[in-house]
């Protein structure tokens, strides 16, 4: 029997088990932003997503966000490669403006 795997696109979030992390990893289960390419996420049994929280401090690549009524951050800097079965479940989609700003950020925090 297949086991069937989420639909997952960039901009969705989705709850994601964290654990077991090492060191400064973000921990737990928590909301995360899915970053890889929609083509990746079609093929890959795997998700790159960004851990999005409510504490910290902004830096530019700890980017603001409001989801689901809260203003946080995604982490930019906490960027995880998972296996879908560490996806709970899908929350929503940030507001395209956010996606597209996160996107910017990364080609910035990567160009040489």
């Given at each position: 029997?297949a086991v069937?795997?989420p639909t997952?696109?960039?901009?969705?979030?989705?709850?994601?088990?964290?654990?077991p992390?090492?060191?400064?990893?973000i921990?737990?289960t928590?909301?995360?932003?899915?970053i890889?390419p929609?083509e990746?996420n079609?093929?890959?049994?795997?998700?790159?997503v960004?851990?999005l929280?409510?504490s910290?401090r902004v830096?530019?690549?700890?980017?603001?966000s409001?989801?689901?009524?809260r203003v946080g951050?995604?982490a930019?800097?906490q960027?995880?490669?998972?296996?879908?079965?560490?996806?709970?479940?899908?929350?929503?989609?940030l507001?395209?403006?956010?996606i597209?700003?996160a996107l910017?950020t990364?080609q910035?925090?990567f160009?040489?």
């Amino acid at each position: 029997m297949a086991v069937s795997r989420p639909t997952v696109s960039r901009g969705d979030v989705y709850l994601v088990r964290l654990d077991p992390t090492r060191g400064s990893e973000i921990r737990k289960t928590r909301p995360c932003l899915v970053i890889s390419p929609d083509e990746m996420n079609r093929y890959l049994r795997t998700a790159i997503v960004a851990p999005l929280t409510t504490s910290g401090r902004v830096f530019p690549w700890r980017m603001e966000s409001h989801f689901r009524n809260r203003v946080g951050l995604v982490a930019l800097d906490q960027l995880r490669t998972v296996d879908r079965e560490r996806l709970v479940r899908r929350l929503g989609r940030l507001d395209p403006a956010t996606i597209l700003a996160a996107l910017a950020t990364l080609q910035e925090m990567f160009a040489q």
